[in-house]
């Protein structure tokens, strides 16, 4: 089991750190982990944000854990030496387009969201968030508008094969889960989200029995907070899914709770190549003070035995165990408790 360990910048280290721990604590069998420089900090000691070094552990592995990258020393250097271009570098290297962040309000402790409890308690979503196109990826620059004054400019399209690839992933998913999907655009404004909404269509054909519904993302912010009963899977592209995953996370209670995997179509010796990563930054307005919450990225490691190691039971008795810490009463600042980065990794061991 060779796994690339990517603890990037800010709470990154802390919370990988524990996320690591926990992986330790299940004794696998030929666990080895690489790790290499990501973010403001391979900047830092070499000159770039994702060193070729760094994407040959990533590609040498069947695995990557990834902690965060983002520096605010870092956000006025040049686009493609900022920290954020390591995630993004991997993301498309990697070809891993798809984007899974499940958003589950944990049984019993629907008091931690800020939802009614009677509503946070149905809340039980995954987004499929493509991850290697959309306006990440298009052209981008800055020029001189009509004006006179500076203009920022990104494109942003959908080629009918990206939406195709990533719709799959979403019918797969709503298949296994038993759930419908809600794919999610902007066509009543976008010409890429037209192509995308009637390439959804076309690849729901072979799906005849699982449901399918078209929403507006405006619509569909308003829906997931309003009525998030309504949501198995929600389809979308990579802009809108980075902004619904976050408020599907505040939903849940904290952006510290929410795991993510991103795959693509490549298999190892063990199942599917991933990388692995909490949903949240490396928040720097706590970093380096122990005060993150790790469970995210311990959930992510959850994932990561799940789709990359075909160990489903190790990755339930991960999930098992964060959920019994924080019913427990286990809880980081962020879900106004007072447990430390360090304490939290301990008491999920502890449980498993
Ligand atoms: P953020 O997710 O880092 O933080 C948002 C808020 O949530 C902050 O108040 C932070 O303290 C809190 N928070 C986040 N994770 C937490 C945790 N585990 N425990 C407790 N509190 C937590 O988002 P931001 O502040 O917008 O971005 C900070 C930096 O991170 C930026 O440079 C941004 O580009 C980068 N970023 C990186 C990734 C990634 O590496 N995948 C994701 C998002 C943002
Ligand atoms: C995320 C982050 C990244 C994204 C940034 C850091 C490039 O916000 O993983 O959600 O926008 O995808
Ligand atoms: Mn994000």
Sequence with gaps: MKIAILPGDGIGPEVTREAV????????????????????IAYKRHGVPLPEET?????????????????????????????????????????????????KVFAGLEHLSPLQPDIAKTLDLLI????TGDVYFGDKGERVANDGSPEGWDMMSYSANEVSRIARVAFRAARAAGKGVTSV???????????????????????PDIELEHMYVDNAAMQIISRPSQFGVILTGNLFGDILSDLASAAVGSIGLLPSASIGERKTDHGIFGLY?????????IAGQGKANPMATV?????????????????ARIEA???????????????????????IGGAIIERL
């Design 321 to 343: 165990a964060v959920a019994k810490a924080l019913a427990d009463g286990i809880r980081g600042g962020d879900l106004g408790g007072t447990h430390g980065c360090e304490e």
């Design 21 to 40: 721990r926990v992986m330790e604590s299940l004794g696998l069998p030929g666990l080895t982990l690489f790790e290499g420089d990501v973010g403001g």
């Design 55 to 103: 994407l040959q552990i990533a590609l040498g592995s069947d695995a990557v854990l990834f902690g965060a990258v983002g520096d605010p020393e870092c956000d006025g250097l040049e686009r493609h030496l900022r920290p954020e271009q390591a995630i993004l570098g991997l993301r498309k290297e990697l070809d891993l387009f798809a984007n899974l962040r499940p958003a």
């Design 277 to 285: 990563e909490p949903i949240h930054g490396s928040a720097p307005d």
């Design 299 to 315: 959930l992510s490691v959850a994932m990561m035995l799940r789709h990359s190691f075909s160990r489903e039971e190790e990755a």
């Design 128 to 131: 499929v968030r493509e991850l």
């Design 185 to 207: 655009d902007k066509a009543n404004v976008l010409e890429t989200s037209q192509v995308w909404r009637d390439t959804v269509k076309e690849a729901a054909g072979p799906h």
